[in-house]
């Protein structure tokens, strides 16, 4: 028994060299290996392989009147061990009409259970349309293959007439009843020869292949229902129908909330995309998917995380924030302000923001009004472009702001900007440099050089995420 006491003594208390080494060094190996497991949980999950999650809430975030239609939507993480910073990205895998995917099949002739070839492998016709392609909007590369339907002669189409039949209006009674082959001399007496009438089918396609302006304004309307309306002469096999069509590709939408604010869950604030066209209404895939499709607490739903590296908080929680964010640009700075309260962040914030109408689009105004009560925003500007005789945007606030703007930026202040790329983010831009010229006391040249390079590129204080 003495032995045995002895050598649980030395396991315990032996010097370093001894057997407490070998215990060390496996402690440590299942920390590791913990880690890596963890690690791989949180990032098992792509646009490749996304988690099924689904909606706790879904709800319009308009006023009465409004003219728009913009959603607060909640989803669940679960047990994903999906993380998240302010800033980042949640990826959304859209699901095709069922009603589109039905008229495509109808109108070729196919029953669905065709199976076909595509980038992921090979599935039916109809899982192909529903979870593979993008059937919303035609593309150009499936316009310009349907020439390989057409033969190079076939501006006109040729007719003969196989069969007559013609009945008195005034008894009723069958007076020419003739069948044939409608080739040479087979053809009813008194026959006049039709020969051939244009092809509409190739005329638009011809057009469509050489005028760009015009390909692009065929495409920016139409999806596959109709341009099979259009080219409705032209038979396909299941796998010729989809070869050229584009990819379904994932949505990425800038998170609304922070994940320590909001824990479990991800927010997201989406405008819904509706319009109508060629005598059909329609919705953009991924909103419509959402708003229409998606049952709170039913629904599954792919998604993935896209994390950010530029669009971040400063990381010392002293350097004062301006974000401009109008629309369903807010987003990803209810999530900065949500992160910055938690974080007793001392710099001050900034807010632009702006839309239609205060009545029908002021997105989350309790939440602000709260955070200014307790000062966490400092300063709130506010621009409805709908609201009185002048169209006011958050450009023509900012301008009136400039010096003080100005001032924050030149003490290390920083500058984001969130929403519409074609217009409001330009306008913006260029605003800002305005403002540093003239508060800046620089020429254009001078200014932009500074908005574009040092803020951009070398400080890092000016972000954008805009689409």
């Given at each position: 028994?003495?032995?045995?006491?002895n050598?649980?003594?030395?396991?315990?208390?032996?010097?370093?060299?001894?057997?407490?080494?070998?215990?060390?060094p496996?402690?440590?190996?299942?920390i590791?290996?913990?880690?890596?497991s963890?690690?791989k949980?949180?990032?098992?999950?792509?646009?490749?392989?996304p988690?099924?999650?689904?909606?706790?809430?879904n709800f319009i975030l308009?006023?009465?009147?409004?003219g728009?239609?913009?959603?607060?939507?909640?989803?669940d993480?679960?047990e994903?061990?999906?993380?998240?910073?302010?800033?980042?990205?949640?990826?959304?895998?859209?699901?095709?009409p069922?009603?589109?995917v039905?008229?495509?099949?109808?109108?070729?002739?196919?029953?669905?259970?065709?199976?076909v070839?595509?980038?992921l492998?090979?599935?039916?016709?109809?899982?192909?349309?529903?979870?593979r392609y993008?059937?919303?909007?035609v593309?150009?590369?499936?316009?310009?293959?349907?020439g390989?339907?057409?033969?190079?002669d076939?501006?006109?189409?040729e007719?003969?007439?196989?069969?007559r039949q013609?009945?008195?209006?005034?008894?009723?009674v069958?007076?020419?009843?003739?069948?044939?082959?409608g080739?040479?001399?087979?053809?009813?007496q008194?026959?006049t020869?039709?020969?051939?009438?244009?092809?509409p089918?190739?005329?638009?396609w011809?057009e469509?292949?050489t005028?760009?302006?015009a390909?692009?304004?065929?495409?920016w309307?139409?999806?596959?229902?109709?341009?099979?309306?259009?080219?409705?002469?032209?038979?396909?096999?299941?796998q010729e129908f989809?070869?050229?069509?584009d990819?379904l590709k994932p949505?990425?939408y800038?998170?609304?909330?922070s994940?320590?604010f909001?824990?479990g869950t991800?927010h997201?604030?989406?405008g819904?995309?509706?319009?109508?066209?060629?005598?059909?209404?329609?919705?953009?895939?991924?909103?419509?998917?959402?708003?229409?499709?998606?049952?709170?607490?039913?629904?599954?739903?792919?998604v993935?995380?896209?994390p950010?590296?530029?669009?971040?908080?400063?990381?010392?929680g002293d350097?004062d924030?301006?974000?401009?964010?109008?629309g369903?640009?807010?987003?990803?700075?209810?999530?900065?302000l949500q992160?910055?309260?938690l974080?007793n962040?001392?710099?001050?914030?900034?807010?632009?923001?702006g839309?239609?109408?205060?009545?029908?689009e002021?997105?989350y105004?309790e939440?602000?009004?709260d955070?200014?009560?307790?000062?966490?925003?400092?300063?709130?500007?506010?621009?409805?472009?709908?609201d009185?005789?002048?169209?006011?945007?958050v450009?023509?606030l900012?301008?009136?702001?400039?010096a003080?703007?100005?001032n924050?930026?030149?003490?290390?202040g920083?500058?984001?900007?969130?929403?519409d790329?074609s217009?409001?983010?330009?306008?913006?831009?260029?605003?800002?440099?305005n403002?540093?010229?003239e508060?800046g006391?620089?020429?254009?040249?001078?200014?932009?050089e500074?908005?574009?390079?040092?803020?951009?590129?070398?400080e890092?204080?000016?972000l954008?995420?805009?689409?």
């Amino acid at each position: 028994m003495s032995d045995i006491k002895n050598s649980k003594i030395k396991l315990d208390r032996g010097p370093v060299g001894d057997s407490s080494e070998v215990i060390e060094p496996m402690i440590e190996t299942n920390i590791q290996d913990k880690k890596k497991s963890e690690d791989k949980k949180h990032n098992q999950w792509s646009a490749k392989n996304p988690y099924t999650s689904s909606l706790t809430q879904n709800f319009i975030l308009n006023g009465a009147g409004s003219g728009k239609e913009t959603r607060h939507m909640v989803f669940d993480l679960g047990e994903s061990g999906l993380e998240y910073k302010a800033g980042d990205a949640l990826g959304v895998i859209p699901i095709c009409p069922p009603e589109i995917v039905s008229k495509l099949l109808t109108m070729c002739g196919f029953n669905g259970e065709e199976e076909v070839e595509t980038n992921l492998g090979n599935c039916s016709l109809h899982e192909a349309l529903s979870t593979r392609y993008e059937i919303h909007r035609v593309s150009k590369k499936w316009i310009n293959m349907l020439g390989e339907h057409m033969e190079a002669d076939s501006d006109s189409i040729e007719f003969k007439i196989i069969k007559r039949q013609r009945i008195s209006e005034d008894n009723g009674v069958l007076v020419v009843d003739w069948e044939g082959s409608g080739l040479g001399e087979d053809v009813p007496q008194d026959y006049t020869e039709i020969g051939s009438i244009s092809n509409p089918s190739f005329e638009l396609w011809s057009e469509l292949t050489t005028n760009s302006d015009a390909m692009e304004d065929y495409m920016w309307t139409r999806d596959y229902v109709d341009a099979l309306g259009d080219f409705s002469n032209i038979i396909f096999t299941p796998q010729e129908f989809i070869n050229g069509m584009d990819r379904l590709k994932p949505r990425l939408y800038s998170i609304a909330s922070s994940p320590e604010f909001e824990p479990g869950t991800v927010h997201l604030t989406i405008g819904i995309v509706r319009y109508s066209y060629h005598d059909r209404d329609k919705a953009g895939l991924t909103t419509g998917y959402l708003s229409d499709r998606c049952k709170v607490d039913e629904t599954p739903i792919g998604v993935f995380m896209s994390p950010t590296r530029s669009f971040i908080l400063p990381k010392n929680g002293d350097t004062d924030c301006i974000m401009v964010g109008p629309g369903t640009g807010i987003a990803p700075f209810r999530a900065f302000l949500q992160q910055r309260d938690l974080n007793n962040d001392k710099g001050r914030n900034w807010l632009f923001f702006g839309d239609w109408t205060e009545e029908g689009e002021y997105y989350y105004k309790e939440e602000m009004d709260d955070w200014k009560n307790r000062n966490i925003l400092d300063k709130h500007d506010l621009a409805w472009s709908r609201d009185g005789t002048e169209k006011v945007y958050v450009q023509h606030l900012m301008n009136k702001n400039g010096a003080e703007i100005w001032n924050w930026i030149s003490n290390g202040g920083y500058f984001y900007v969130c929403g519409d790329k074609s217009r409001m983010a330009k306008d913006v831009h260029q605003t800002l440099i305005n403002i540093c010229e003239e508060h800046g006391e620089m020429n254009a040249k001078e200014a932009t050089e500074y908005v574009e390079t040092t803020l951009m590129k070398t400080e890092k204080r000016y972000l954008r995420d805009v689409y």
